[in-house]
């Protein structure tokens, strides 16, 4: 097979027949050797069974759905394993990725490119907050990390076989796919791209909690910075402590009335404490994926999959 679309979905019901009218025609110039896979946590909506009707008139449409709600990453990442393509597109039912693309990223990968990033130039329709800490988290994610993610770029992407091979070996349990393939490694071609709003309904991802989500992962799964940061913080303060220390030996020493009172020790206190929080705090986020690294659950379980090869 030479193409697979993997697309995760939830509660997408008024997007999925649209989605398939604009991709098959698109699919259709490029290869009818493909698949489009449909990665569905349990929705209370119709989606399932739009798919279903989808994969009666279609055989190329295919599903996996899973025995609970495991999340979007989850969801990629089971739909990377179950495709059978020579190259695998990850993108939403939304239509905020556009399938027009398509045709410009299979182009890329016959010229040798193993990931094919499309890169937004504008984000429609996203409030400005979500902007401005996709924008910081990724300056942040750059400077520190491990590897380096392309800014302005989400899941939505074109991978070769052995990329998605390498992606699916890996044990880490976070999902964060942009990390993942950056990991990975292999020749990487960007297109650029304005990206639209949504089709129909309303957004299932917490755009600011959501996002601050996408940015820890990048900084605590791919870097140890935070912890030397908090070292450093450490020495800072003790540094601050000596300091004070040494200026209230010198009040005394000179017989000078120390006049500080409550106010500074609240203020010393409270930034102490501060600190301390912040520090336990980037720990729990270390230990946290440390434990669900250990504990080696299931990324994923899939309830029922129709049109795949036992």
Same mark, same amino acid.
């Given at each position: 097979?030479?193409?697979?679309?993997?697309?995760?979905?939830?509660?997408?019901e008024?997007?999925?027949?649209e989605?398939?009218?604009?991709?098959?025609?698109?699919?259709?110039?490029?290869?009818?050797?493909?698949?489009?896979?449909?990665?569905?946590?349990?929705?209370?909506?119709?989606?399932?069974?739009?798919?279903?009707?989808?994969?009666?008139?279609? /055989?190329?449409? &295919?599903? $996996?759905?899973?025995?609970?709600?495991?999340?979007?990453?989850?969801?990629?990442? @089971?739909?990377l394993q179950?495709?059978?393509? =020579?190259?695998? +597109?990850?993108? *939403?039912?939304?239509?905020? *990725?556009?399938?027009?693309?398509?045709?410009?990223?299979?182009?890329?990968?016959?010229?040798?490119?193993?990931?094919?990033l499309?890169?937004?130039?504008?984000?429609?329709?996203?409030?400005?907050?979500?902007? $401005?800490?996709?924008?910081?988290?990724?300056?942040?994610?750059? &400077?520190?990390?491990?590897?380096?993610?392309?800014?302005?770029?989400? *899941?939505?992407?074109?991978?070769?076989?052995?990329?998605?091979?390498? +992606?699916?070996?890996? &044990?880490?349990?976070?999902?964060? $796919?942009?990390?993942?393939v950056?990991?990975?490694?292999?020749?990487?071609?960007?297109?650029?791209?304005?990206?639209?709003?949504?089709?129909?309904? =309303?957004?299932?991802?917490?755009?600011?909690?959501?996002?601050?989500?996408?940015?820890?992962?990048?900084i605590?799964?791919?870097?140890?910075?935070? $912890?030397?940061?908090?070292?450093?913080?450490?020495?800072?303060?003790?540094?601050?402590?000596?300091?004070?220390?040494?200026?209230?030996?010198?009040?005394?020493?000179?017989?000078? /009335?120390?006049?500080?009172?409550?106010?500074?020790?609240?203020?010393?206190?409270?930034?102490?404490?501060?600190?301390?929080?912040?520090? +336990?705090?980037?720990?729990?986020?270390?230990?946290?994926?440390?434990? =669900?690294?250990?504990?080696?659950?299931? &990324?994923?379980?899939?309830?029922? @999959? =129709?049109g795949?090869? *036992?």
């Amino acid at each position: 097979m030479l193409l697979s679309l993997v697309v995760p979905v939830y509660r997408e019901e008024k997007n999925v027949p649209e989605f398939l009218r604009r991709v098959r025609p698109i699919l259709g110039a490029i290869t009818e050797d493909y698949e489009v896979i449909f990665a569905l946590d349990p929705s209370p909506d119709r989606t399932e069974e739009v798919i279903l009707e989808a994969r009666a008139q279609d /055989p190329r449409v &295919k599903l $996996l759905r899973f025995s609970r709600r495991f999340g979007q990453p989850m969801a990629t990442l @089971a739909g990377l394993q179950y495709s059978a393509g =020579e190259a695998v +597109v990850v993108l *939403d039912v939304d239509l905020q *990725d556009p399938p027009e693309l398509l045709g410009e990223m299979v182009a890329k990968w016959r010229e040798g490119y193993d990931v094919v990033l499309p890169q937004r130039r504008q984000r429609t329709g996203e409030p400005w907050i979500k902007r $401005l800490v996709a924008a910081t988290g990724y300056q942040v994610i750059n &400077k520190i990390a491990d590897v380096r993610i392309p800014p302005n770029t989400g *899941d939505f992407r074109l991978m070769s076989r052995r990329v998605v091979a390498e +992606v699916t070996r890996l &044990k880490e349990t976070h999902g964060f $796919l942009r990390g993942m393939v950056a990991v990975v490694g292999f020749k990487q071609a960007l297109i650029p791209f304005d990206r639209p709003a949504r089709f129909a309904g =309303e957004t299932n991802y917490n755009r600011f909690l959501g996002s601050l989500r996408i940015g820890f992962n990048g900084i605590f799964c791919f870097s140890t910075y935070a $912890l030397t940061l908090s070292t450093w913080l450490g020495f800072l303060v003790s540094g601050g402590a000596f300091l004070l220390m040494g200026i209230y030996l010198f009040y005394k020493l000179m017989d000078w /009335p120390i006049a500080w009172g409550n106010p500074t020790l609240v203020i010393l206190i409270s930034f102490l404490g501060g600190i301390q929080l912040i520090s +336990v705090g980037i720990l729990g986020e270390y230990i946290g994926r440390i434990y =669900e690294e250990v504990r080696g659950r299931p &990324k994923f379980i899939v309830e029922r @999959a =129709e049109g795949f090869r *036992d």
